[in-house]
Every structure is written in C-alpha cells, then in structure tokens.
Nanobody, 121 residues
Framework: QVQLVESGGGLVQPGGSLRLSCAAS????????MGWYRQAPGKQRELVAA???????NYADSVKGRFTISRDNTKNTVYLQMNSLTPEDTAVYYC???????????????WGQGTQVTVSS
C-alpha cells in the first residue's frame, strides 16, 4: 500500500515563508512526477508546482519566483519552499505523485491527505 504524508503547513504572516514536505512510502517501484496542488475555499484544486524524476519543474504563474520545488529521490520526498507568502496563497496544499507500485505495470496518481496553509496577519 502506498501513502503520501505531508507536513509543514501552518499559520504565517504575509511576507513570511513555509516549507512543505511530502514523503511517499510503501511498495513503490518507480515515481515519475511529484508535485503540489492547492485548493482554496470555493475554488477548484489547482497545480502549484511539479517536478519530474528527471528534474524538470513546472510552476503555476502565480507562484513563479516565490516558490521552489525540490525533490530527494533517495527518500521519495518532495519539498515546496514557499517565500513571500500572501493571503491569496491560503489553501489546503495536497501532495501528488505519479507512481508505479510494486507488481503494477502502470502509473497512477496518488494523493496526500492535505495540509493547511494560512497566510494572515
């Protein structure tokens, strides 16, 4: 069984920083893309940033220059460093991975449980 476990959310003042972490565990064969999505109240879930196993990043326009995604493939862990946070970044942040479990011949999406990020003074 595969699990994605996030950590690092919380309350931060505007202009502050947070670092999110997400570790994938279980019977994993391969991981292709790991990334972060977010969902604010009343809005659809949206991509924040993603990173392929080859190191190619993809960022939402709204976070470019402020957020940095990184990954430790030896630990099956992805990080999101968030700087210059604004109230508009307030949302539940979800970790996502496209991975192949042991015994499977295809990749599928897996999701974490979500971690709340609140930016407020």
């Amino acid at each position: 069984q595969v699990q994605l476990v996030e950590s690092g959310g919380g309350l931060v003042q505007p202009g502050g920083s947070l670092r999110l972490s997400c570790a994938a565990s279980g019977s994993i064969r391969n991981i292709y893309t790991m990334g972060w999505y977010r969902q604010a109240p009343g809005k659809q879930r949206e991509l924040v940033a993603a990173l392929t196993s080859g190191g190619r990043p993809n960022y939402a326009d709204s976070v470019k220059g402020r957020f940095t995604i990184s990954r430790d493939n030896t630990k099956n862990t992805v990080y999101l460093q968030m700087n210059s946070l604004t109230p508009e970044d307030t949302a539940v942040y979800y970790c996502n991975a496209d991975l192949q479990a042991q015994g499977m011949d295809y990749y599928r999406h897996y999701w974490g449980q979500g971690t709340q990020v609140t930016v407020s003074s």
